[in-house]
């Protein structure tokens, strides 16, 4: 397993360092907000009780939240059960992934014997019982899909009979996410199924919490294969609290956005940014080897994300989160100390 914020596996040099800033995994700064913060001490005296199995308010709470009706979501263990629910549900012949992607979909997809395809355009895909995965915005280039291009992938996706998962775990970091996000298209349909995440916007990543929007027919199915008391007490409560908790959580987009651009522009002498991205996090490309850049950056106490091992992606580069405007502008004297060193 390769993914960014591991802390268990960094050295224990890295890991005793009281200020290390990661950058590898892209979890809101601002996260987890003051109510959940509030509710927090009270939840000891509770842990005794199981939490509700139906997972009735959270998944009230998040209806509303999402503008869906409550029988077309199924509350889980984060996006990732989610990942995992889908395919054992479908149970599909193959899985097509979108490269470059999060390597679950096809790592989960490779444990159940599915065969795995990588994948450019609907054209491409032949008719079979198929799940096609694809992220939105995507990972690691944080590229957010417009409608029409949406509209192309379920229209490629029913007539090749394939099934179109869309994962939308950060979604709600881009600007007028509401407009890009597809919960309300997925709620109708037998043919999209769209996942999402508490753990990265809301900053509840150590909790796992996510959810599935599909039709309800699609949503008892996938509920089947949940285990009793999936989603702990308290990470329903505490997603509660973090959705009630929206004037806090939408100053906070404003502010990681602002940053994504200011920080974009401060990195420039130093590499190319990919400035597609509308989420909280970009890739990077430095005027030198990223080993180097990796190493170097670790010295100084600050993780980014080795890019090298996403499928598809033809440049060697970094994928860094946006954290707040300190964090960036430790990251710029970091990057001035590497390049002042000689090497610009
Ligand atoms: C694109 C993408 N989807 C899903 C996940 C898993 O999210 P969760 O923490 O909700 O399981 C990740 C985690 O990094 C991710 O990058």
Redesign the pocket.
């Known amino acids: 397993m390769i ?3 591991d802390w268990a596996s960094f050295d224990a040099f890295t890991r005793s360092q009281q200020d290390l800033l990661d950058l590898s ?2 979890i809101s700064p601002y996260g987890p907000g003051p109510k959940a913060r509030a509710l927090w001490p009270s939840l000891v005296d509770r842990l005794h009780r199981y939490p509700d199995w139906r997972k009735g308010e959270l998944t009230q709470v998040l209806a509303e939240h999402l503008g869906v009706t409550t029988d077309s979501i199924l509350v889980t ?7 995992d629910l889908v395919l054992r549900t479908f149970q599909p012949q193959r899985v097509s992934v979108e490269v470059p ?2 390597s ?1 979909y096809a790592a989960r997809s490779l444990v159940y014997g599915i065969d795995v395809r990588t994948w450019h355009h609907p054209a491409e895909l032949r008719p079979e019982h198929g799940l096609l995965f694809l ?1 939105n915005p995507g ?1 690691p280039q944080g590229r957010v899909l417009q409608p029409r291009e949406c509209r192309q992938y379920l229209k490629g996706a029913s007539e090749s009979r394939h099934i179109l998962v869309v ?1 939308e ?2 979604i709600e970091f881009v600007d007028s996410w509401r407009e890009w996000s597809l919960v309300r298209d997925a709620a109708k349909s037998d043919r999209l199924v769209v ?6 916007f809301y900053g509840l ?1 150590g909790l ?3 959810f599935l929007v599909s039709h309800p027919q699609i949503i008892r199915k996938l509920a089947a294969w949940t285990i009793p008391w999936h989603v702990s007490l308290v990470a329903q409560e505490m997603a509660c609290a973090s959705l009630q908790d929206q004037d806090y959580f939408d100053l906070a987009r404003i502010r990681l956005n602002q940053e994504r651009g200011r920080l974009a522009m401060l990195l420039r002498p130093f590499g190319r940014v990919d400035e597609s991205s509308r989420a909280n996090y970009f890739l990077f490309y430095p005027h030198l080897s990223v080993d180097e850049l990796i190493k170097s950056l670790q010295k100084q106490g600050i993780l980014v994300r080795d890019a090298r091992n996403f499928e598809g992606l033809t440049s060697s580069g970094v994928r860094m989160a946006v954290k707040k405007p300190k964090d960036s502008m430790r990251l710029v004297h970091a990057m001035e100390n590497i390049f002042q060193g000689g090497r610009l």
């Open positions: 993914h960014g914020g995994s892209s263990a984060g996006a990732m059960e989610a990942i992607a999060f679950e992220a990972n994962d775990a950060f996942m999402g995440s508490l753990t990265k990543a796992r919490i996510g």
